[in-house]
């Protein structure tokens, strides 16, 4: 669709200039000539090179387009100045270009280059922004581009990059809807993310894409509910509301027994107890007593987990934000136990203090839950108490929760306050409040014929609406009792000279015709003057006229019969057919013919039938299958992606499958910011119960009983060996372990796993000690095939014929097998060690094999070479498909984090789509570079993915600042089509951050590229002791010192890992050091050899000291941000 | 989520649009117009509106209505809370929430809610964050920016979006450093024609004015915490030391903002500060009626009462009236029905008091009920439910801030039925 807009938009544009829009927008249409000179001016001021000057343009241009004015014409202006240094510049022209792009496609993809070269830039928020603009432009072609920029983000060091990241995928999801099972493999990547800033935006994802996976948030469940309350306000909301959701298909209904004992007993429901539902009662109470007793054998124990959830998400009550408190309340009216549902009532009423709309919302949602359970709201009834101030729409709902809330107790207050409502100025409100009055005349027996009095007194106000109103509820109580209150149908029948609301005349003439046995002399008159005024009533009262003829007719023929005829006469002729229609139908029925037909006989019964009361039932009742606080709720039907609120499960499903490894729980909790509230582990009692549950369930494992027993994926392990019925669950476990896994162990046994499948792709290739490698890692892999039931194999070779979704599923896969794998040998000691001998023998072999296969690849792992693969990018298997033929010798098999020496983080200098097949990488390899030891290494990878070959690749136009140098990478005199290749090239940054500015030639083409260094680049280590690094430091004081505090992150407390990201971010050495609690790292700029000298020191809960001592002091405050980050991420 | 949003004035004129996603015209706005057409007074529109195609949600503020508009499924309360926090940040930008400043400041508007929304899901609400990317606009500001081509755009990437402490911005530096704290408690209260209250309950808040330097973490405790009933707190607040120990512990936004609300426990007996004698009588021949009230203190703890104010929605058939206060003044505007009578300070030697006829349209039958009065009194140096501050500790920062407590007590929904 918007293809096809965009191709009229173009075609509008070239031929006048905004005509397309001038058509439907006749706001701009008046003034559209002189807009469009004045628009000239702004070209000229865009065009200019003073920043205020295109400042002042982009404002007025702003300006024009919040006033809804169209500004499309002037979009070639406009994304000219996309890369502007000027930031409020820059803004200005990011907004316009996300309103415009999508109806000028063609030129906003000139745009596009800028926000891929911010997507690699080193500061976090130039990431975070370009991916922002980049996805919220709606341009179909664009998809690739922006799938490659969510995946790359997702994975992202920063947190607030990948919290963009979430945001970008239901944009591209709106986009491009067959993207999502990419989608949902990042928004699976992101659940997994330990951080707040994340956890509402992926939520929220999750909810716009694939609500219905469920099982998506298993391994999550635990973390998302401990990370709640840190949790921005908004994510908050989302995050409850889906995980109410979740745990209705989770958990056991809590109130299974409670809810049964009380309908079926004599609790509340007395009230509404009229004399006729009482049999139904009886047969009821049967029925459910005995589900009670069925109930009562087996005791509901309450599931760690749901607990978990009700505790974590009781303290938001208390949220300033009314939607949070909402979502809370919802929470808790859906899934806790009826004891403790009360807790919410406050915090609702609390809110009736807040803005009118949203008391409108409250109280629709507050009606809903006084149906079912009363008792909460009881003791705040004067909350509801109904101000002369509130707006109608607040008096009605209030007056729909009183009314919900009346009860014999409480319903002469209520009743005294209705007294004063009625004589409200505001009439639609006083209807309503009669309305209620009839409510609880028919729920609550003892007042009914007090309100009956009531009303009829209403009968002689002034008002006419007042008095129609009552006439109608009148109307449905006289039903009740009609033989007791013939004088109030007299009084009715007076009325009929003075009413002119037709339902109220419609409503007595009712009543006159179903009751007139007991006003026989009333009745006959009241329709000689009905015949008389036939023809100027209206419609719904011509109907009543006719019934009550009919009825009349039936049962005193002898004084109507003439007036029923002539009725019938004048009916015969209306000009309504469906009153025509009538009389042609009654006069069949009652008057007798020779042709009438046998129903005849029984128009008397037709016409007088006991007819039931009506049940004057609340709007609201049965609106809580909606879940409340939803939209729907609020309307009483389905919105549009409103997510069923499902019925609780028979029987739970397996617990288990929440379960993920201990360790992870707990570093969650350490993780928590520790603002609002202590840190929380899982608390001690969730391990035990669950654990006892599973004893109860599979008795014949012992070895649950030991210390390991809480790890999820060994257990699943396990269970798989299990036969029966723990089979399919864990074998559903498993699958979904690869999400919880540790951020660092899924990226490191991702790129394990795309490594093995490179190598199977690439075999010609591979240097021989590789292939051994590669070899030993087949059978492994062959194990696994086995394990799987082939099911690789199989894909495999769908893989080789380039298939991407193929390989695709291959790759997620064996992702989460691997992963799994990971975790099972990171404990491998222990769980060695404890291995129960009911283990399968296959299993144990399988283990070993593993630990060695690793061990091997270990082997690997600290030859730096040259040939290094970017961690990143090895997200996409499309890429990996980009790539292949890459050798791969080394350095991926561990994680990234895990060793950072050997996993360089690559950089893209030249992407495949704009590259025009040809792709670049680089990273900082690292290495001396021996022709010039001022220069950095640039490690350079070409991959050709075009169909044609490229020749002649060098590098033209070096652009630099002053005093830096190049030394170029030798020709690359042809690159056929499918391979890649690698070169060297050395830049002098002169210690400075500057980007270095070339092309990249071809034969045929030329790309601009640039070439920017982290700080942590432009050093190399040198090796200090102890002593030298103290006194070296201690020259280094006063200016050249940066100190910064700063708290660790929870999964960087200890002193390897402080030592692997600080050498990560830096390229630096460690120098020894007495104490553990202090990580000394020293190294020198390369071009000036100026001395850099870090110093952590980590004192207790994570607090840190960060020390930088260096002569430049830029260099030291850069580095100081770089390692800040490594650290606190 | 929220698709697109329009400001609409009172008139029915579109003067802004911004959407999130991709744009959708103005014509759906008529489902809107036709339920405000209806509605009569713009408070009884209704807040979500179904349309063919597209859900309505609106709020009304500040004689402007915010009307978003949505497309799936999404919790109304947290658009709502939203679009009100939309108003917030512009009321705390420009000091009001209304159409000409709205105008004035289109781009900054515009840019505002550019940061607030991504893709229609709330991205920057804080206002120290949103403080930080874009300045709000001051007069020297504005001559600086004028003479130097300088922006409202901060030029440095606010920091404060990826801090652990969203709400507070970094590098705060005072050079006086001052935490003032304000209690104010309102009175909700109906009573009815004889002097009998109906129903009454105390609504407190604690507005704080926190300028301080750095990160400090402020500790606020109170003598009597047991008083409060319900709370609820800013985000800053520590939910867990408040359960534990009745504390509040926070690290403060820098600025103005609401610390916490509370509800006094119903237990408490509320202390009604005045007491209103009245009798209004409309009668059935003559279309005239008589109007006497006088206000005098009941419990007001000793203190003055000031700012009292009544305030009356006279029946329509009332045209106009001719009365005579013995203090203060009094108006009557007769398109709106409304009698105002601002008293000022209460003198209890000399009760003030308001007297005489209403005249009433010829013909009109007698009203059913008579009005109900709005009562306004402002109470200084006073929390009426007796809730007192007893102290506040800083940690974290070495300097010594001014500290100061003022309590107020205020009528909220005080109404008298007659």
Same mark, same amino acid.
């Given at each position: 669709?918007?293809?096809?807009?965009?191709?009229?938009?173009?075609?509008?544009?070239?031929?006048?200039?905004?005509?397309?829009?001038?058509?439907?927008?006749?706001?701009?249409?008046?003034? !559209?000539?002189?807009?469009?000179?004045?628009?000239?001016?702004?070209?000229?001021?865009?065009?200019?090179?003073?920043?205020?000057?295109?400042?002042?343009?982009?404002?007025?241009?702003?300006?024009?387009?919040?006033?809804?004015?169209?500004?499309?014409?002037?979009?070639?202006?406009?994304? /000219?100045?996309?890369?502007?240094?000027?930031?409020?510049?820059?803004?200005?022209?990011?907004?316009?270009?996300?309103?415009?792009?999508?109806?000028?496609?063609?030129?906003?993809?000139?745009?596009?280059?800028?926000?891929?070269?911010?997507?690699?830039?080193?500061?976090?928020?130039?990431?975070?922004?370009?991916?922002?603009?980049?996805?919220?432009?709606?341009?179909?072609?664009?998809?690739?581009?922006?799938?490659?920029?969510?995946?790359?983000?997702?994975?992202?060091?920063?947190?607030? #990059?990948?919290?963009?990241?979430?945001?970008?995928?239901?944009?591209?999801?709106?986009?491009?809807?067959?993207?999502?099972?990419?989608?949902?493999?990042?928004?699976?990547?992101?659940?997994?993310?330990?951080?707040?800033?994340?956890?509402?935006?992926?939520?929220?994802?999750?909810?716009?894409?694939?609500?219905?996976?469920?099982?998506?948030?298993?391994?999550?469940?635990?973390?998302?509910?401990?990370?709640?309350?840190?949790?921005? @306000?908004?994510?908050?909301?989302?995050?409850?509301?889906?995980?109410?959701?979740?745990?209705?298909?989770?958990?056991?209904?809590?109130?299974?027994?409670?809810?049964?004992?009380?309908?079926?007993?004599?609790?509340?429901?007395?009230?509404?107890?009229?004399?006729?539902?009482?049999?139904?009662?009886?047969?009821?109470?049967? /029925?459910?007593?005995?589900?009670?007793?069925?109930?009562?054998?087996?005791?509901?124990?309450?599931?760690?987990?749901?607990?978990?959830?009700?505790?974590?998400?009781?303290?938001?009550?208390?949220?300033?934000?009314?939607?949070?408190?909402?979502?809370?309340?919802?929470?808790?009216?859906?899934?806790?136990?009826?004891?403790?549902?009360?807790?919410?009532?406050?915090?609702?009423?609390?809110?009736?203090? &807040?803005?009118?709309?949203?008391?409108?919302?409250?109280?629709?949602?507050?009606?809903?839950?006084?149906?079912?359970?009363?008792?909460?709201?009881?003791?705040?009834?004067?909350?509801?108490?109904?101000?002369?101030?509130?707006?109608?729409?607040?008096?009605?709902?209030?007056?729909?929760?009183?009314?919900?809330?009346?009860?014999?107790?409480? +319903?002469?207050?209520?009743?005294?306050?209705?007294?004063?409502?009625?004589?409200?100025?505001?009439?639609?409100?006083?209807?309503?409040?009669?309305?209620?009055?009839?409510?609880?005349?028919?729920?609550?027996?003892?007042?009914?014929?007090?309100?009956?009095?009531?009303?009829?007194?209403?009968?002689?106000?002034?008002?006419?609406?007042?008095?129609?109103?009552?006439?109608?509820?009148?109307?449905?109580?006289?039903?009740?009792?009609?033989?007791?209150?013939?004088? +109030?149908?007299?009084?009715?029948?007076?009325?009929?000279?003075?009413?002119?609301?037709?339902?109220?005349?419609?409503?007595?003439?009712?009543?006159?015709?179903?009751?007139?046995?007991?006003?026989?002399?009333?009745?006959?008159?009241?329709?000689?003057?009905?015949?008389?005024?036939?023809?100027?009533?209206?419609?719904?009262?011509?109907?009543?006229?006719?019934?009550?003829?009919?009825?009349?007719?039936?049962?005193?023929?002898?004084?109507?019969?003439?007036?029923?005829?002539?009725?019938?006469?004048?009916?015969?002729?209306?000009?309504?057919?469906?009153?025509?229609?009538?009389?042609?139908?009654?006069?069949?029925?009652?008057?007798?013919?020779?042709?009438?037909?046998?129903?005849?006989?029984?128009?008397?019964?037709?016409?007088?039938?006991?007819?039931?009361?009506?049940?004057?039932?609340?709007?609201?009742?049965?609106?809580?299958?909606?879940?409340?606080?939803?939209?729907?709720?609020?309307?009483?039907?389905?919105?549009?992606?409103?997510?069923?609120?499902?019925?609780?499960?028979?029987?739970?499903?397996?617990?288990?499958?929440?379960?993920?490894?201990?360790?992870?729980?707990?570093?969650?909790?350490?993780?928590?910011?520790?603002?609002?509230?202590?840190?929380?582990?899982?608390?001690?009692?969730?391990?035990?119960?669950?654990?006892?549950?599973?004893?109860?369930?599979?008795?014949?494992?012992?070895?649950?009983?030991?210390?390991?027993?809480?790890?999820?994926?060994?257990?699943?392990?396990?269970?798989?060996? *299990?036969?029966?019925?723990?089979?399919?669950?864990?074998?559903?476990?498993?699958?979904?372990?690869?999400?919880?896994?540790?951020?660092?162990?899924?990226?490191?046994?991702?790129?394990?796993?795309?490594?093995?499948?490179?190598?199977?792709?690439?075999?010609?290739?591979?240097?021989?000690? #590789?292939?051994?490698?590669?070899?030993?890692?087949?059978?492994?892999?062959?194990?696994?095939?086995?394990?799987?039931?082939?099911?690789?194999?199989?894909?495999?070779?769908?893989?080789?014929?380039? @298939?991407?979704?193929?390989?695709?599923?291959?790759?997620?896969?064996?992702?989460?097998?691997?992963?799994?794998?990971?975790?099972?040998?990171?404990?491998?000691?222990?769980?060695?060690?404890?291995?129960?001998?009911?283990?399968?023998?296959?299993?144990?072999?399988?283990?070993?094999?593993?630990?060695?296969?690793?061990?091997?690849?270990?082997?690997?792992?600290?030859?730096?070479?040259?040939?290094?693969?970017?961690?990143?990018?090895?997200?996409?298997?499309?890429?990996?498909?980009?790539?292949?033929?890459?050798?791969?010798?080394?350095?991926?098999?561990?994680?990234?984090?895990?060793?950072?020496? &050997?996993?360089?983080?690559?950089?893209?200098?030249?992407?495949?789509?704009?590259?025009?097949?040809?792709?670049?990488?680089?990273?900082?390899?690292?290495?001396?570079?021996?022709?010039?030891?001022?220069?950095?290494?640039?490690?350079?990878?070409?991959?050709?993915?075009?169909?044609?070959?490229?020749?002649?690749?060098?590098?033209?136009?070096?652009?630099?600042?002053?005093?830096?140098?190049?030394?170029?990478?030798?020709?690359?005199?042809?690159?056929?089509?499918?391979?890649?290749?690698?070169?060297?090239?050395?830049?002098?940054?002169?210690?400075?951050?500057?980007?270095?500015?070339?092309?990249?030639?071809?034969?045929?083409?030329?790309?601009?590229?640039?070439?920017?260094?982290?700080?942590?680049?432009?050093?190399?280590?040198? !090796?200090?002791?102890?002593?030298?690094?103290? /006194?070296?430091?201690?020259?280094?004081?006063?200016?050249?010192?940066?100190?910064?505090?700063?708290?660790?992150?929870?999964?960087?407390?200890?002193?390897?890992?402080?030592?692997?990201?600080?050498?990560?971010?830096?390229?630096?050495?460690?120098?020894?050091?007495?104490?553990?609690?202090?990580?000394?790292?020293?190294?020198?700029?390369?071009?000036?050899?100026?001395?850099?000298?870090?110093?952590?020191?980590?004192?207790?809960? %994570?607090?840190?000291?960060?020390?930088?001592?260096?002569? /430049?002091?830029?260099? %030291?405050?850069?580095?100081?941000?770089?390692?800040?980050?490594?650290?606190?991420? | 989520?929220?698709?697109?949003?329009?400001?609409?004035?009172?008139?029915?004129?579109?003067?802004?649009?911004?959407?999130?996603?991709?744009?959708?015209?103005?014509?759906?706005?008529?489902?809107?117009?036709?339920?405000?057409?209806?509605?009569?007074?713009?408070?009884?529109?209704?807040?979500?509106?179904?349309?063919?195609?597209?859900?309505?949600?609106?709020?009304?503020?500040?004689?402007?209505?915010?009307?978003?508009?949505?497309?799936?499924?999404?919790?109304?309360?947290?658009?709502?809370?939203?679009?009100?926090?939309?108003?917030?940040?512009?009321?705390?930008?420009?000091?009001?929430?209304?159409?000409?400043?709205?105008?004035?400041?289109?781009?900054?508007?515009?840019?505002?809610?550019?940061?607030?929304?991504?893709?229609?899901?709330?991205?920057?609400?804080?206002?120290?964050?949103?403080?930080?990317?874009?300045?709000?606009?001051?007069?020297?500001?504005?001559?600086?920016?004028?003479?130097?081509?300088?922006?409202?755009?901060?030029?440095?990437?606010?920091?404060?979006?990826?801090?652990?402490?969203?709400?507070?911005?970094?590098?705060?530096?005072?050079?006086?450093?001052?935490?003032?704290?304000?209690?104010?408690?309102?009175?909700?209260?109906?009573?009815?024609?004889?002097?009998?209250? #109906?129903?009454?309950?105390?609504?407190?808040?604690?507005?704080?004015?926190?300028?301080?330097?750095?990160?400090? *973490?402020?500790?606020?405790?109170?003598?009597?915490?047991?008083?409060?009933?319900?709370?609820?707190?800013?985000?800053?607040?520590?939910?867990?030391?408040?359960?534990?120990?009745?504390?509040?512990?926070?690290?403060?936004?820098?600025?103005?903002?609401?610390?916490?609300?509370?509800?006094?426990?119903?237990?408490?007996?509320?202390?009604?500060?005045?007491?209103?004698?009245? &009798?209004?009588?409309?009668?059935?021949?003559?279309?005239?009626?008589?109007?006497?009230?006088?206000?005098?203190?009941?419990?007001?703890?000793?203190?003055?009462?000031?700012?009292?104010?009544?305030?009356?929605?006279?029946?329509?058939?009332?045209?106009?009236?001719?009365?005579?206060?013995?203090?203060?003044?009094?108006?009557?505007?007769?398109?709106?029905?409304?009698?105002?009578?601002?008293?000022?300070?209460?003198?209890?030697?000399?009760?003030?008091?308001?007297?005489?006829?209403?005249?009433?349209?010829?013909?009109?039958?007698?009203?059913?009920?008579?009005?109900?009065?709005?009562?306004?009194?402002?109470?200084?140096?006073?929390?009426?439910?007796?809730?007192?501050?007893?102290?506040? *500790?800083?940690?974290?920062?070495?300097?010594?801030?001014?500290?100061?407590?003022?309590?107020?007590?205020?009528?909220?929904?005080?109404?008298?039925? &007659?």
């Amino acid at each position: 669709m918007s293809a096809s807009s965009a191709f009229n938009d173009e075609k509008g544009g070239s031929s006048s200039v905004g005509e397309p829009e001038y058509g439907h927008d006749p706001a701009s249409g008046g003034i !559209f000539s002189s807009d469009y000179k004045r628009h000239d001016d702004l070209k000229e001021m865009l065009d200019s090179n003073k920043d205020s000057l295109k400042l002042e343009a982009m404002k007025r241009i702003v300006a024009m387009i919040a006033r809804g004015k169209n500004a499309s014409d002037l979009f070639p202006a406009v994304v /000219k100045n996309v890369a502007c240094k000027n930031i409020e510049v820059k803004k200005l022209v990011y907004v316009y270009l996300v309103r415009y792009a999508e109806e000028q496609q063609d030129l906003a993809l000139l745009s596009i280059s800028t926000f891929q070269r911010g997507l690699k830039d080193p500061n976090q928020l130039i990431r975070a922004s370009a991916l922002r603009v980049l996805s919220s432009i709606r341009v179909t072609i664009i998809v690739p581009i922006m799938m490659l920029a969510i995946k790359e983000a997702a994975s992202d060091m920063s947190p607030y #990059v990948r919290k963009t990241a979430a945001h970008a995928i239901p944009k591209l999801y709106s986009l491009d809807p067959e993207q999502k099972d990419q989608l949902i493999e990042v928004i699976e990547k992101l659940l997994a993310d330990k951080t707040t800033l994340v956890a509402g935006s992926v939520v929220m994802a999750f909810e716009e894409v694939c609500p219905e996976r469920i099982d998506l948030i298993h391994k999550n469940y635990r973390k998302l509910c401990n990370l709640l309350i840190d949790v921005e @306000e908004w994510g908050q909301v989302v995050i409850i509301n889906m995980l109410t959701r979740y745990a209705r298909t989770q958990f056991l209904n809590p109130n299974i027994n409670e809810s049964l004992l009380e309908e079926g007993g004599s609790g509340e429901k007395t009230f509404y107890g009229s004399d006729d539902e009482e049999d139904e009662d009886e047969e009821e109470k049967e /029925k459910k007593a005995e589900t009670a007793a069925m109930a009562k054998r087996k005791p509901y124990v309450m599931d760690p987990d749901h607990r978990l959830l009700l505790r974590n998400t009781k303290p938001l009550l208390q949220s300033r934000n009314a939607a949070v408190v909402m979502a809370v309340a919802q929470l808790y009216f859906h899934l806790a136990p009826k004891a403790e549902v009360g807790v919410i009532a406050k915090a609702l009423v609390r809110l009736l203090r &807040s803005h009118s709309e949203v008391q409108y919302v409250v109280l629709q949602n507050v009606a809903t839950m006084t149906i079912k359970r009363r008792g909460m709201f009881e003791p705040y009834l004067k909350s509801f108490y109904i101000r002369s101030t509130d707006p109608t729409q607040i008096k009605v709902l209030k007056l729909e929760v009183l009314t919900n809330l009346a009860n014999e107790t409480n +319903i002469s207050t209520i009743l005294r306050e209705f007294q004063t409502y009625i004589k409200s100025m505001d009439k639609d409100f006083v209807a309503a409040t009669i309305q209620a009055i009839g409510r609880c005349a028919t729920n609550i027996g003892e007042v009914r014929d007090t309100c009956l009095n009531g009303l009829v007194q209403l009968l002689s106000n002034r008002d006419e609406l007042v008095v129609a109103e009552s006439v109608v509820v009148i109307k449905k109580l006289l039903q009740m009792q009609p033989e007791k209150h013939s004088d +109030i149908i007299k009084h009715m029948a007076k009325l009929t000279d003075n009413i002119q609301v037709p339902m109220a005349r419609a409503s007595i003439l009712w009543l006159i015709g179903e009751y007139c046995e007991h006003v026989p002399k009333i009745a006959p008159d009241v329709l000689r003057k009905m015949a008389k005024s036939f023809t100027n009533e209206e419609d719904i009262v011509k109907l009543q006229i006719i019934n009550l003829a009919a009825k009349l007719y039936l049962t005193n023929s002898k004084q109507t019969k003439l007036l029923t005829q002539y009725v019938l006469n004048l009916a015969k002729y209306d000009q309504n057919y469906d009153i025509r229609d009538r009389a042609r139908f009654i006069r069949q029925l009652i008057v007798p013919t020779e042709k009438s037909g046998a129903l005849s006989k029984y128009a008397k019964k037709l016409f007088l039938a006991l007819k039931p009361a009506p049940v004057l039932e609340s709007p609201f009742k049965d609106r809580d299958h909606f879940q409340l606080g939803s939209l729907s709720h609020l309307l009483n039907a389905k919105a549009g992606g409103y997510q069923e609120l499902p019925d609780w499960p028979e029987a739970a499903p397996d617990p288990s499958v929440r379960n993920v490894e201990t360790e992870e729980v707990i570093t969650t909790g350490e993780g928590r910011i520790g603002l609002l509230g202590d840190w929380r582990e899982v608390p001690e009692w969730t391990k035990c119960s669950s654990r006892e549950k599973r004893k109860e369930k599979k008795v014949e494992k012992p070895f649950y009983s030991d210390s390991e027993g809480e790890s999820g994926p060994t257990e699943s392990a396990d269970s798989e060996s *299990d036969s029966g019925s723990g089979s399919e669950s864990a074998s559903g476990s498993e699958v979904s372990a690869s999400g919880s896994e540790s951020e660092e162990s899924e990226e490191g046994s991702e790129s394990e796993e795309e490594e093995q499948k490179d190598k199977k792709k690439t075999k010609k290739e591979l240097k021989k000690p #590789v292939q051994e490698s590669e070899s030993e890692q087949s059978s492994e892999e062959e194990e696994r095939k086995h394990a799987r039931k082939s099911k690789i194999s199989k894909s495999e070779s769908e893989s080789e014929s380039d @298939e991407e979704d193929e390989s695709e599923s291959e790759s997620s896969e064996s992702e989460s097998e691997d992963s799994e794998s990971e975790a099972e040998v990171k404990k491998k000691k222990k769980a060695a060690e404890s291995k129960p001998p009911c283990k399968p023998v296959k299993k144990e072999n399988k283990k070993e094999k593993k630990e060695i296969s690793l061990l091997d690849l270990d082997d690997f792992d600290p030859t730096p070479s040259p040939q290094v693969t970017p961690v990143n990018s090895f997200l996409s298997s499309s890429l990996v498909t980009d790539l292949e033929g890459l050798s791969l010798s080394d350095s991926v098999l561990a994680p990234a984090t895990m060793a950072p020496s &050997s996993a360089l983080k690559s950089y893209e200098l030249l992407h495949r789509i704009t590259g025009e097949g040809l792709q670049v990488e680089f990273c900082f390899s690292r290495q001396p570079f021996s022709p010039d030891a001022n220069m950095v290494a640039v490690q350079m990878h070409f991959t050709n993915n075009a169909s044609a070959d490229a020749k002649s690749l060098h590098m033209e136009d070096v652009k630099l600042q002053s005093g830096m140098r190049v030394r170029e990478f030798p020709e690359i005199e042809l690159l056929p089509a499918g391979e890649t290749a690698t070169a060297v090239m050395g830049i002098d940054f002169c210690d400075s951050t500057q980007a270095a500015n070339f092309q990249l030639c071809t034969q045929t083409r030329k790309f601009f590229v640039s070439i920017q260094p982290p700080v942590g680049e432009l050093m190399r280590p040198v !090796f200090l002791t102890e002593n030298e690094f103290k /006194k070296e430091q201690g020259q280094l004081m006063g200016m050249n010192e940066i100190t910064e505090k700063l708290t660790l992150d929870a999964t960087c407390r200890n002193e390897h890992t402080i030592v692997q990201r600080v050498t990560a971010a830096a390229n630096l050495s460690r120098v020894p050091c007495g104490s553990d609690k202090e990580c000394r790292f020293a190294g020198r700029t390369v071009t000036s050899g100026s001395l850099v000298l870090v110093t952590v020191v980590t004192r207790e809960e %994570g607090a840190a000291q960060l020390t930088v001592n260096c002569e /430049k002091m830029v260099i %030291g405050t850069m580095l100081v941000k770089d390692i800040l980050l490594a650290l606190t991420q | 989520m929220i698709h697109s949003l329009f400001l609409i004035n009172q008139s029915g004129d579109i003067f802004l649009e911004k959407h999130w996603k991709s744009v959708i015209g103005r014509s759906v706005c008529d489902y809107f117009f036709e339920a405000k057409e209806k509605a009569v007074e713009p408070e009884n529109v209704p807040p979500v509106l179904q349309t063919p195609h597209h859900y309505l949600i609106t709020i009304f503020r500040g004689k402007l209505f915010f009307l978003s508009v949505i497309q799936t499924e999404v919790s109304p309360l947290f658009v709502i809370e939203f679009l009100h926090r939309i108003a917030d940040t512009i009321q705390d930008y420009f000091g009001e929430c209304s159409e000409t400043v709205i105008k004035d400041n289109v781009v900054t508007v515009y840019e505002l809610l550019e940061e607030m929304l991504d893709n229609g899901f709330p991205l920057a609400t804080e206002s120290n964050i949103l403080k930080e990317m874009i300045k709000p606009p001051t007069i020297l500001r504005s001559v600086v920016n004028t003479l130097t081509g300088g922006s409202n755009v901060g030029d440095m990437l606010p920091t404060g979006q990826l801090s652990n402490i969203p709400w507070r911005r970094a590098g705060v530096k005072y050079t006086n450093n001052e935490a003032y704290f304000d209690v104010i408690e309102e009175i909700d209260a109906i009573v009815d024609k004889s002097g009998t209250t #109906v129903f009454a309950e105390i609504q407190g808040v604690i507005e704080a004015c926190v300028r301080l330097s750095g990160m400090p *973490d402020l500790t606020l405790s109170f003598m009597n915490p047991s008083l409060l009933d319900d709370v609820s707190f800013h985000p800053c607040v520590r939910f867990k030391r408040w359960e534990a120990e009745r504390v509040l512990s926070f690290i403060p936004p820098d600025g103005n903002f609401t610390l916490m609300n509370y509800h006094v426990s119903s237990q408490n007996v509320v202390a009604i500060p005045v007491y209103v004698k009245q &009798s209004i009588n409309f009668f059935e021949s003559g279309s005239c009626g008589r109007l006497d009230i006088t206000i005098g203190p009941k419990q007001t703890m000793g203190k003055t009462v000031e700012g009292l104010m009544v305030t009356v929605h006279m029946p329509k058939a009332v045209l106009s009236v001719n009365l005579t206060p013995t203090q203060g003044s009094c108006t009557y505007d007769s398109a709106t029905k409304v009698l105002v009578w601002d008293i000022g300070k209460l003198n209890p030697q000399k009760l003030p008091n308001l007297r005489g006829s209403l005249s009433m349209q010829s013909g009109a039958p007698k009203p059913e009920e008579n009005p109900s009065l709005n009562i306004d009194l402002k109470i200084q140096q006073l929390a009426i439910s007796g809730l007192k501050v007893s102290r506040l *500790d800083m940690y974290g920062e070495k300097y010594k801030p001014f500290k100061g407590v003022k309590y107020v007590t205020k009528a909220g929904k005080f109404q008298v039925r &007659s």
